[in-house]
Each structure stands twice: as structure tokens, then as C-alpha cells.
């Protein structure tokens, strides 16, 4: 049986909760486009996102730990998948649109420099004078001028829908600028899944990278409410905690938090009266989130990692290596725009001196800024 756009928009009819977006209702892209017989909207909306140059590159750029510490930790890019599963899921129990949900996910680090939240602030601070930095508003450029894959128009031509979540994407560590996007009304529901799926997938990835790299020992969580349930639950003593008994609490975790934030976020919508997307977007307060029990213990854990984890010696060097390496690629570029590629130099004119700097070092993986800043300040090493 074909299923074409016509059908597929029917199905999210019945399939979908009154509040959630449908595809059918978009306010439609930026630039004329035909639409595809057998994918909505959001769907084109995601595939575009998915075979961008920006996407491939976080294969390559950290999360917590650099590429070149081990094959098993997180990357950017399985970080982005992770939220991206944990969306989906959650939009599914919730009856938001999964496709809408999958796109923001994928979409919400493409702006992310190399090594993480220490190359944004290296970046940031570089351009103080000038405009700054910031991933969020980069993914935006990413996906609205940066990525030149259509002759027609710049960007990816995403639907107003997507481009607002992206531009609403916020967690404890990113905060939103919304002023082209009705700054008055928080995201909708779909962006706001995108938001928690965030902060859930790294909470529990990054628990799992850091007791994986030894940085964490099963000792240091004594204490910790969300580790001793997953304890009692697996009736495990210590002090070892080997490969299997690991993934399976940190299984149990995301679990707990789905299952909790879904039911939390069931009796907020019920509670609200909305009926519409409209209606939940003017209420004056998020309604996907934990529950409060959940939400206490939950920032028990972060507290923990990022006392124990982000800010551990080993991660803090390579913070300081990160800001060394991109200042420094930035004061040579500056100096001597020359040295860079010339396709780069061609946009100069264009985005201004500083803006095509940083858009140059921004989209970098780890190993290219490495590699550029060996080739640039090693003598040995040809140019």
C-alpha cells in the first residue's frame, strides 16, 4: 500500500493528541518548495538535516571526552542520536509529532564547536567585540545560510516549526534567544520533549562515560538517591561494578526518568486544559518535565557529575588545551587572514573578518583543529 503525504498527514490526525503540531498546519519555509509525495513536512525537514556537512562533523567533536581518548566513550554525534531516540520515545507516549521532534533533536548541537561547551566558551569570548558565539544561534545559521546545498535558497529551507524549535532549544547550559520566533510563547510541546531529551541523554551518558573512564568510581555515588535505587533494584554490593551490571542500571536510569517524566508530564497536560498547541505554548509554565521527587533527586545527580566528572583534573586540562588551541588559531587567522583555505577567505567580504574566522573554527572536528594547529605552529611539520 502507498502512503502518501496526503495519507500520512491523515494519520497524524488520528494519531496525535490536539495539542501536538501537525504537519499539515506548518506556516510553511522561508523560501517556495515543493513539498514530496511520501514524506511530510517535518519528515523533509529531517532527512535535510540528517545529510548536512554539520551533522557528519560531530561524529568528531567532543561530548565530555576528546575523540582520541577511546573508541567507547560518547561523541557529539552519538550524544545527538541518544536525544534523538529519547524524543521520539517520549513524543510517542505523549502524542506530540515524533518527526518534528527527531528534527530539533538532530538539528540542536550542528552549531557546537570542537571540544565541547570549553571550545564555546574560548569562542565566545574571542568574539566578545563581535557579535560572540553561540551554539545555539550557530545551529540556526547552520541550517538557515550556512549550509549551501540547494541552488534555490541558503540553508535547508526548514519549516517555520522546526526553525523555532531550534531557535527555542534550551537546557540548564543553553538559553534561548526567540525574538523572530513570538518570544512571548514558550516552545511547543515537541520543543520542549527536544529540551528534556537533551538533558536526560547527557545526565545518564555522560554517568555511564565517566564511571567507564575510571573517573567515577562506584564508591564516590554512595549517597546518591537515584544510584542506591538502582542498586537495591539490582541487588548489587560492590565494590566492583563490571561492563554488565553497568549498562544495565544506567538502562534502569533512563528508564526510571522516561517512565517518570512521561506520567509528570501526563497529569501537567491534563491539568492545563490546553487544546490545542497555541494553548499550551501561552501557558506560563513548561508542561514536560519530572515529577518533583524526580526532579530533586535528578539535580542530586548533576550536582554530582559536575563536581566529580566536568570538573575533574583530566577533563579541566583538556578544557585548557581547547582554549589554547582555538585561541590560537583565531589570533593567527586574524593576523595573517592568508593562512587560511581560499574558499574561506572568499567569504570575508561577505560575513566580516571575525564572524569568518569563527565560522571557520566553529564547524572544525577536534582532530582538524589539532591537525590545523600543529601544521600552523609546529616547524617541523609541513604547512
Known amino acids: ?48 538535516i540528517l545529510h548536512t556537512t554539520a551533522f557528519r562533523r560531530l561524529e568528531y567533536k567532543t561530548q565530555v571526552f576528546i575523540n582520541y581518548e577511546g573508541d567507547y566513550f560518547r561523541t557529539r554525534l552519538t550524544h545527538t542520536l541518544e536525544v534523538a531516540q529519547v524524543g521520539r520515545t517520549l513524543a510517542r507516549a505523549l502524542g506530540a509529532n515524533e518527526d518534528m521532534v527527531e528534527a530539533i533533536c538532530l538539528a540542536h548541537d550542528l552549531g557546537h564547536s570542537p571540544f565541547g561547551h570549553s571550545g564555546e566558551i574560548a569562542l565566545n569570548r574571542l568574539m566578545k567585540e563581535a557579535g560572540g558565539f553561540d551554539h545555539n544561534k550557530q545551529s540556526f545559521r547552520i541550517v538557515t545560510k550556512l549550509e549551501q546545498r540547494y541552488p534555490e535558497f541558503p540553508g535547508l529551507n526548514l519549516t517555520w516549526e522546526v526553525r523555532e524549535g531550534i531557535v527555542k532549544h534550551e537546557s540548564e547550559y543553553d538559553i534561548s534567544d526567540a525574538r523572530d520566533f513570538n518570544p512571548e510563547l514558550r516552545g511547543n510541546l515537541e520543543t520542549q520533549i527536544a529540551n528534556v531529551a537533551d538533558e536526560l541523554a547527557y545526565t545518564t551518558h555522560d554517568l555511564d562515560d565517566g564511571l567507564r573512564s575510571g573517573m567515577i568510581t562506584p564508591n564516590m555515588l554512595e549517597g546518591i538517591a537515584l544510584w542506591e535505587i538502582l542498586a537495591e533494584t539490582f541487588k548489587w554490593k560492590g565494590p566492583q561494578l563490571d561492563d554488565m551490571e553497568r549498562h544495565r542500571m544506567i538502562r534502569q536510569l533512563v528508564g526510571m526518568l522516561v517512565t517518570d517524566m512521561v506520567q509528570a508530564t501526563d497529569l501537567r497536560l491534563r491539568e492545563s486544559g490546553a487544546k490545542s498547541a497555541l494553548d499550551l505554548q501561552k501557558l506560563s509554565y513548561n508542561v514536560i518535565g519530572y515529577s518533583e521527587d524526580m526532579r530533586r533527586r535528578n539535580r542530586e545527580l548533576k550536582d554530582f557529575l559536575y563536581a ?22 583565531f589570533e593567527a587567522y586574524r593576523a595573517e587572514p592568508a593562512i587560511m583555505p581560499n574558499h574561506v577567505q572568499k567569504l570575508i567580504d561577505q560575513r566580516g573578518l571575525e564572524r569568518t574566522i569563527c565560522d571557520h573554527i566553529a564547524g572544525m572536528t577536534d582532530r582538524y583543529a589539532v591537525e590545523e594547529h600543529q601544521r600552523l605552529f609546529d616547524p617541523f611539520l609541513k604547512p
Open 308 to 329: 566529580k566528572l566536568y570538573r575533574h583534573y583530566r577533563v579541566v586540562r583538556m578544557a585548557v588545551k581547547a582554549e589554547r588551541i582555538i585561541s590560537q588559531l
Open 1 to 48: 500500500m502507498y502512503f502518501d503525504r496526503l495519507t500520512l498527514e491523515q494519520l497524524e490526525d488520528q494519531t496525535l493528541a490536539p495539542y501536538g503540531m501537525h504537519s499539515r498546519d506548518t506556516k510553511g519555509r522561508a523560501y517556495l518548495d515543493s513539498e514530496p509525495e511520501y514524506r511530510t513536512a517535518f519528515q523533509r525537514d529531517r532527512d535535510r
